[in-house]
């Protein structure tokens, strides 16, 4: 039977700055542990330890840009565009420019902080 949403949840987010994390699914709001998928909204100048999470993460940027920095590469994802990174490598996320970002993330198995890992 389907199961409505009817809110997100909100997280603590990680980084120099607030950002919103609104979780819609995933281990907080709907108690979904095989997939999460949240709204987030970062300030610009926004940026978050690295990390080397045990998910892959399917970003989908809805405004703005979103920097995604690997060990060998860097990617500026704007509206319209979207990105996947896969559990097991290091990647660090940031919102460089004044006007932040909005982007959706989906992370196959879902988000917990024991999963990702972040850099001290």
Known sequence: MPRLITKPSVVEAAGNKPKIIEEFI???NSGTDQVSIARMT????WIEPGQTPE?????????GLLRVTTKTDTFDVVAGEAI???????VQYSTPLSEGAEYMAIC???????MVHRDT
């Not at 996947?84 to 290091?90: D, Q, R, S, V």
């Open 55 to 63: 998910f892959d993460e399917y970003t989908i940027v809805l405004k």
């Open 84 to 90: 996947i990174t896969y559990k097991g490598e290091w």
């Open 108 to 114: 196959l198995p879902a988000f917990s902080p024991e």
């Open 26 to 28: 995933g281990r907080i």
């Open 42 to 45: 970062s300030p610009g100048g």
